[in-house]
């Protein structure tokens, strides 16, 4: 990310002692990214970080997937997959349904009350989306505090758990990369700060606070990582806390950003998809549609053309507002439409011509697009409105 920050206390010089008042060492753990060439972090704990005292097999829940085969765009409707009765059993890690999966990214859902076990993602980071609700969200760097709107950067191999808190339930969006999640490189000098011309700033990115230094013993922490044979899970047990962190500083640490404060970019005609980008991955972009002043060219159309995205499957979650090119569909909050490559996609019959002389979009909307195929998750063969694909034509296949 390149943005330094520095919390709790640190020595003056890094690789050096760095001692408690009783002249203990401190031990000092280098996080860094692509082999130490890239963004790191320097972070001093009390105890030996790679302290263990056991490892046991975590069984994930259902990761398989399915080919979107025949293909055809497809709704899902998340808020049906977690009955209220559920909420308070339900934790934001050990509860994620999968709804779309590839070899670069998966996207689940979750609605939770539970608190959840120390976690880490060691396969890459997390971009989690609060579509509702809050949570204090503890880390090795410090506590975050989440709400409605929110994106929390997780960055990979980060240790941390989720609380939720406040009346609303939590529902919660994780997008789960192979790779790294990073502002475009077009929004960024080539020293790494944010442009003018960025629809964002450092200003809008919220780090932790102070260092947790919690206690305990033998501590486990849920572990997902990688093998030969896919995604699996391992329970580790530490002897002592792993936030037992004293002060750390550098580049990489988790934050959060909150939609709102994001600026649209708009112009006299239509923008394509990337002048909504906020992040990337690889193979992959976290794009916002956001409420907006829209095309003011006198003949302009403001809902989106018909278009086919040759190289990408579009999922877009409707997280609030009113979708104008999708009213007719079914879509509301809560859904997510799937609109993949091969497939001309476009508004919904009469959204064309209504929209001629609209001034304002009050919508609110994540979208990733992927340049590989998706596959479908166990989560949403569960919550598949059936009629969507046929609802341009106004009828389906013959029975």
Not at 65 to 77: F, G, I
Not at 215 to 221: A, I, K, L, Q
Not at 280 to 296: A, L, M, S
Request: charged letters at 25%.
């Amino acid at each position: 990310m390149a943005f330094y920050r520095q919390l709790g206390n640190v020595p003056p010089k890094r690789h050096t002692q760095h001692r408690d008042d009783a002249g203990a060492l401190y031990f000092e753990e280098l996080m860094g990214e692509e082999g130490f060439s890239s963004d790191s972090s320097l972070l001093y704990h009390r105890e030996i970080p790679s302290a263990i005292v056991d490892a046991t097999v975590w069984e994930l829940r259902d990761q398989s997937t399915t080919p979107n085969h025949p293909l055809k765009p497809r709704h899902l409707k998340l808020h049906d997959l977690f009955p209220e009765e559920t909420w308070a059993e339900t934790d934001v890690v050990t509860g994620r349904r999968l709804i779309l999966g590839n070899a670069d990214v998966r996207l689940s859902y979750v609605v939770a009350a539970n608190e959840s076990p120390l976690y880490r993602n060691s396969i890459g980071d997390e971009m989690v989306y609060v579509e509702s609700g809050e949570a204090t969200v503890e880390t090795v760097f410090g506590v975050l505090e989440a709400r409605e709107g929110d994106y929390v950067l997780i960055p990979r191999a980060t240790t941390h758990r989720w609380i939720p808190k406040g009346e609303k339930a939590l529902r919660a969006y994780a997008i789960e990369a192979n790779s790294h999640i990073v502002p475009p490189k077009r929004y960024l000098s080539r020293f790494g700060q944010l442009l003018e011309n960025a629809p964002f700033c450092e200003r809008d990115l919220h780090g932790p606070a102070a260092p947790l230094l919690a206690e305990g013993t033998d501590v486990e922490v849920l572990v997902k990582h990688r093998t030969s044979r896919g995604i699996v899970g391992t329970r580790m047990v530490y002897p002592t806390h792993p936030f037992d962190v004293v002060g750390w500083d550098g580049c990489l640490y988790p934050y959060t950003f909150n939609i709102s404060d994001y600026e649209p970019i708009t112009g006299r005609v239509h923008q394509p998809p990337p002048a909504h980008q906020a992040f990337e991955g690889d193979n992959f972009v976290i794009c916002n549609f956001v409420p907006r002043k829209v095309d003011y060219h006198p003949l302009s159309i403001p809902v989106p053309y018909y278009h086919s995205n040759v190289d990408s499957d579009e999922i877009m979650f409707y997280v609030g507002g009113d979708y104008e090119a999708r009213k007719g569909s079914g879509i509301g909050q809560g859904s997510i439409s799937i609109h993949p490559g091969g497939h001309a996609h476009g508004p919904q019959p009469g959204a064309y011509e209504r929209s001629i002389g609209v001034e304002f979009f009050d919508e609110l909307a994540v979208m990733v697009d992927t340049f590989r195929p998706l596959e479908l998750g166990e989560g949403a063969l569960a919550c598949e409105d059936d009629a969507y694909a046929w609802s341009w034509s106004g009828r389906g296949p013959a029975k």
